[in-house]
């Protein structure tokens, strides 16, 4: 697949291994700064950032960058220092982005949805030169200012503080906003990301500019964004989806929507009076947002593409959606690790031919410069195409490493340059990738392997469902059991023998959940990943009835 560029658009060099995204100059994109240098030359007056009330220019957000740069400098910040946001998706997260990248610092990005304490623990490991703390976010200025090594806090949002931070204005005030001009090598770290911290203490994944720009190349390719374009990411910047989409709009001069909604019903009306061509969603928000009232009537002529991912979604759930958006759906698989997406089920494969409806159960197949194979989680050998095991990753966009942890390295990253996921998947005879939990997710019941994916995917299908999530629970009589925790649609009331009778009515009965939860709703991470530990750690605490001696 070949991509059309409009003017001011990157391109692809179809390269030796993964295509890498081309600079609107025709250079290859090894450098985040570059990105932003060179739309501010080919589209300078173009909408870069949209917000509810204002407009900044390529232009603009250049020398916002180059200030941050300069005034890094000023610190006393050196090539190869942590440079960290905490904060919510703003002009400034990007400034800083763009800003360390531009000096030769390594930007950091951390979530701002964590506990003080959680921050605290991923500052001491990461020990940045300087922290700039977002907007509403002053309650992680008393953590930051008292990491070892720290030049200077900043804080967006406040005109001043007594507490050591200093206010971004007048941290910028006179920082120059020229560009200094540093080049970084194609594989030094340039950016590092942090896990949720869902399995133990947080992780700093190291992407380089390589993993960058090869990661850029097929959003550009399949997606079609240009300088007409209007995208939007309700994702945190902290997320690799999240900026990835800040990074190819940039790329591509097209102008990222920073604007947000209260409500699924406002996030709607606000697609469509900004006209929005191009958003990412993870399906969490694909599931509620398709039973928003009115939906179906709403507007989405403006959108041309949804991209989704970081999740399986039902099938019921993904072709009640492509009825409503009208739109082309992508989806991507991938880990922040493997610098996201690694897989894409394209717009073509939403809509299957006869008999080759199961693609909709899949995640797709590898992009170029990528390799995926299914491994036993025990031994590591591969296993038969259609057998079921652990996902391994391997090509040019898996991570540097985890910063300063070589026992999760050699944990993770095995022999010839293979990531493991801790997912559970399969591989079809055409190369489709079919996700089934995470490995750990794997219920087995009587002997049985019982994967909650499948379970989950038929119970969807019932018309009352809006949310479900399928773990296992301990049963004296199977050792374990499948158990669904279920949030209702609005205005309905499904009951627990109602649907576990619509389950067995479509799985076999070791597959069926022996008990129904019902909940206002699922516990998620920042990424939108429902948290089933938390699910299976709360129900062990619960006395939990089996319905049926016959399960």
Known sequence: MTATSPVGAATLDPGEHGATALLPDGRPVVRIADILRANAVATPTAPAIIEADRVTSFAELDRLANRVANALLRDGVRAGDRVAFIGANSP???????????????????????????????????????????????????????????????????????????????????????????????????????TSGTTGPAKGIELTGRNIGIALSPLQTIIRLDNTSVATAPIPFFHIAGIGLALVATLNGSALLLESAASLPGLIELWRRQQVSHAVVVPAVLQVLINVPGVADADFSALKYLIYGAAPIPVPVLIRATEIFGCSFVQSYGLTESTGGITILTPEDHHPAPGLEKRLQSVGRPLKGSTVKIVDPATSEELPIGQRGEVLIGGDLVMKGYWRRPDANSATLLPGGWLRTGDGGSVDEDGYLFLHDRVKDMIVSGAENVYPAEVESVLSGHPAIAEIAVVGVSSERWGESPYAVVVAKPGTEPSEREIIDWARERLAHFKCPIGVQFVDALPRTASGKIRKAVIREDLATRPLGEMSAEV
């Open 92 to 194: 400034a997260f990007l400034a800083v982005l763009y800003g360390a990248a531009k000096m030769g610092a390594i930007p950091t990005a951390l979530n701002n949805r964590l506990a003080p304490p959680e921050v605290a623990q991923i500052l001491q490991d990461a020990e940045p030169a300087v922290i700039v703390i977002g907007a509403g976010d002053e309650q992680h200025v008393p953590v930051a200012v008292t990491i070892t090594g720290l030049l200077r806090a900043v804080t967006v949002g406040a005109a001043g503080s007594e507490n050591g931070a200093a206010a971004w204005d007048e941290w910028l005030t006179d920082a120059a906003d020229t560009d200094p001009g540093a080049q970084q090598d194609v594989d030094d770290t340039a950016v590092i990301f942090y």
